[in-house]
């Protein structure tokens, strides 16, 4: 059964810094692309940073050069570092796995980031 179980949210200082990982198990991890996603009260669900399986990144306007997407194949993790933090960063944050055209798309339960203002 798939499993993506995220840590390291909580409360973190304007302009602070805070390292979100996920753990995945039950996949093949190096064959799925990696995402972090968020939802803030009242917005959509959106997409924050994703990692290939190749490697390529992409990221949101809102977090590029603020936020590093990282996975570590031989332990089956993705990280997301966030730093120079806003409030408008405050949401709950979801680890995705998922494949291109395959109907193959999981998700963590979530873990909230709160950035007081």
């Known amino acids: 059964q798939v499993q993506l179980v995220e840590s390291g949210g909580g409360l973190a200082q304007l302009a602070g810094s805070l390292r979100l990982s996920c753990a995945a198990s039950g996949i093949t991890f190096i064959i799925v692309s990696m995402g972090w996603y968020r939802q803030a009260p009242g917005k959509q669900r959106e997409l924050v940073a994703l990692?290939?399986?190749?490697?390529?990144?992409n990221y949101a306007d809102s977090v590029k050069g603020r936020f590093t997407i990282s996975r570590d194949n031989a332990k089956n993790t993705v990280a997301l570092q966030m730093n120079s933090l806003k409030p408008e960063d405050t949401a709950v944050y979801y680890c995705n796995a998922g494949i291109p055209y395959v109907p193959f798309n999981y998700w963590g339960q979530g873990t909230q980031v709160t950035v007081s203002s």
């Open positions: 990692v290939t399986n190749g490697g390529s990144t």
